[in-house]
T-cell receptor, first 111, second 111 residues
Framework: EAQVTQNPRYLITVTGKKLTVTCSQNMNHEYMSWYRQDPGLGLRQIYY???????DKGDVPEGYKVSRKEKRNFPLILESPSPNQTSLYFCASSFIGSPLHFGNGTRLTVT | GEDVEQSLFLSVREGDSSVINCTYTDSSSTYLYWYKQEPGAGLQLLTYIFSNMDMKQDQRLTVLLNKKDKHLSLRIADTQTGDSAIYFCAESLHNNNDMRFGAGTRLTVKP
């Protein structure tokens, strides 16, 4: 089944403890992206990648890192999480010029 | 900044039509999308329209595009309780992968 898989679905952590949210797609998509969803703000793009080893900042990149060493994986790294990074995170992928396919989301709480 | 705007809430009775409105920002947008988000799930692509079209119909869904006013609407005919969800409007810019989302309209369908 074609899908975008994120893990974990839920994560509760403490301020400053490094964490990684994984994202994997099995559709051979070139493009991958991370968004955060906050009430009343919709989806805001954190980082995106047009292909392997190519990553760029989105609208809200501060406090996040990504890597794209393989085509299928695009992990989101929070080196030192803070409470304002409590949010619902979505990974998405697509072929260039095609609609995005989304994962089911990761709900992160930073205390 | 520039925003894709939509009203946050809409409530209708089962069997009525729902109309969700959106205004977008960039007259050079090439595709305009409607995504549906059910509780606990990611965003699912409902439909999209190319910017050189005025209307697109797909079963119970009708998308209308007014390029002059940069206004997009989604009409759901014979709305069912299963249509209750958050609906996101999105525009794609330039390379068709730079997408901007509205804040989402929460549609509630009452029996």
């Amino acid at each position: 089944e074609a899908q975008v898989t994120q893990n974990p679905r839920y994560l509760i952590t403490v301020t400053g403890k490094k964490l990684t949210v994984t994202c994997s797609q099995n559709m051979n998509h070139e493009y991958m992206s991370w968004y955060r969803q906050d009430p009343g703000l919709g989806l805001r793009q954190i980082y995106y990648s047009m292909n392997v080893e190519v990553t760029d900042k989105g609208d809200v990149p501060e406090g996040y890192k990504v890597s794209r060493k393989e085509k299928r994986n695009f992990p989101l790294i929070l080196e030192s999480p803070s409470p304002n990074q409590t949010s619902l995170y979505f990974c998405a992928s697509s072929f260039i010029g095609s609609p995005l396919h989304f994962g089911n989301g990761t709900r992160l709480t930073v205390t | 900044g520039e925003d894709v705007e939509q009203s946050l809430f809409l409530s209708v009775r089962e069997g009525d039509s729902s109309v969700i409105n959106c205004t977008y920002t960039d007259s050079s947008s090439t595709y305009l999308y409607w995504y549906k988000q059910e509780p606990g799930a990611g965003l699912q692509l409902l439909t999209y329209i190319f910017s050189n079209m005025d209307m697109k119909q797909d079963q119970r869904l009708t998308v209308l595009l007014n390029k002059k006013d940069k206004h997009l609407s989604l009409r759901i005919a014979d709305t069912q309780t299963g249509d209750s969800a958050i609906y996101f409007c999105a525009e794609s810019l330039h390379n068709n992968n730079d997408m901007r989302f509205g804040a989402g309209t929460r549609l509630t369908v009452k029996p």
